[in-house]
């Protein structure tokens, strides 16, 4: 359940985000993929009775397009691995890995298709897309502030909830939560 | 003549038949599926049985607090004049084991739920969220009280399947009241 990440950068560059975005305006557009050192994908499940389940998927790739003109038309592909989930306990990551949760054997791709940017702020935006997992694909919305823009690269700051049910991944409700809290850094090197 | 609740100086009441029978079916129920559960394949189908498991088994340890109390609360009719030296020395005995055990496993489930490293909340059929006991969560503390309640259980079914032959051998072979005084209850005219 990634999102992907935001044309934000193309309303950074072209909507008059000040300091970021007027030097940079002309640099930001492009193709930017996003580089694993730098990025990172963090999701949150509360617990009944208090606190939460946290994990973070180690593998994933994907490209930010910024549109030069127009922000909306500004696109992220993120593709994730879930075998790559990591939790910090063992039984606990293959349990998720196996059929009781991704299935990653048979579904080893977690896939967001952006369809929309839309941009609410100097340097924010919502990112509309098609979340597909376990073979079901259903839109999503996350929520993307960019954070960074130097020279080839930018950064991202993603955050979104997903309903994890909806994806075949219902196990575990209500002891956790059926919200899933994603919490990404997403860095792009141009290029 | 009306069934009477409580037990009189012969017969059980209808509270203590009903609660004997209870536990004694979920018992059984519990270790099928104690034993089920972590063998079965799906992960799934295994995460959600051992949840069950966990809600049967607060539902057992309630059911035996109630009938400790109401036990305790009770006479328990004698056992009849047949019955030999031996028998009517141990009988007490392996009864006093047997609320033991009753006791003693929901306890050590809760125990191993509390001290797992997984840290999985307990709701019990997802009325409301159990607190863990007050114990340090470790490997090794799970590891302990997975192989206590491991050996609670086959004990604890071990002196089951004692109790059931006991009294079938009263049935069918002393042909006494033992077995079918807990079967039916006592009466208001007793």
């Not at chain 1, 790559?84 to 054997?105: C, E, H, M, N, P």
């Not at chain 2, 009441?13 to 972590?38: C, K, R, Y």
Request: hydrophobic fraction near 45%.
């Amino acid at each position: 359940m990634k999102a992907r990440i935001l044309g934000l950068a193309a309303f950074a560059a072209c909507l008059a985000v000040p300091a970021i975005a007027a030097a940079a305006l002309s640099d930001a557009a492009g193709s930017y993929t996003i580089s694993p050192s730098g990025s990172s994908i963090r999701f949150t499940i509360g617990k009944a009775g208090g606190g939460g389940f946290d994990g973070a998927f180690g593998r994933f790739k994907g490209t930010i397009r910024i549109d030069n003109g127009d922000v909306g038309r500004s696109k992220v592909d993120l593709t994730i691995y879930p075998e790559s989930v990591g939790t910090g306990q063992g039984r606990i990551d293959q349990f998720l890995r196996s059929d009781a949760v991704f299935d990653a054997a048979n579904n080893p791709e977690i896939q967001f298709r952006s369809t929309s940017v839309t941009r609410t702020g100097d340097t924010t935006a919502v990112v509309t897309g098609r979340l597909t997992a376990r073979g079901k694909t259903f839109p999503e919305k996350f929520t993307a502030e960019l954070d960074g823009l130097k020279g080839g690269t930018i950064r991202f700051h993603v955050t979104g909830k997903v309903l994890r049910s909806r994806y075949g991944m219902d196990v575990g409700t209500p002891l956790y939560s059926n919200v899933v809290d994603f919490n990404m850094m997403l860095t792009g090197r141009k290029g | 003549m009306q069934a009477s609740i409580t037990n009189t100086s012969t017969r059980y009441g209808w509270a203590m038949i009903i609660l004997h029978w209870l536990i004694g079916i979920i018992f059984i129920g519990q270790f099928v599926l104690g034993f089920v559960m972590v063998r079965i394949e799906s992960q799934r189908t295994s995460f959600e049985l051992i949840q069950l498991h966990k809600s049967f088994g607060f539902l057992l340890l309630g059911l035996i607090i109630l009938r400790i109390a109401w036990r305790l609360g009770n006479v328990a009719p004698p056992l009849p004049a047949s019955v030999g030296t031996l028998e009517r020395r141990t009988a007490p005995l392996v009864h006093l084991a047997l609320y033991a055990f009753q006791v003693a496993l929901p306890l050590s489930g809760w125990a191993l739920v509390s001290v797992s490293t997984l840290e999985i909340p307990t709701m019990p059929f997802d009325l409301f969220v159990m607190p863990n006991l007050p114990l340090t969560e470790s490997d090794a503390a799970e590891s302990f009280w997975a192989s206590a309640h491991w050996y609670l259980a086959y004990a604890g079914i071990t002196l089951v399947a004692l109790h059931a032959a006991a009294a079938l051998r009263h049935h069918f072979l002393l042909r006494d009241n033992v077995l079918a005084r807990m079967i039916t209850p006592s009466s208001g005219g007793e």
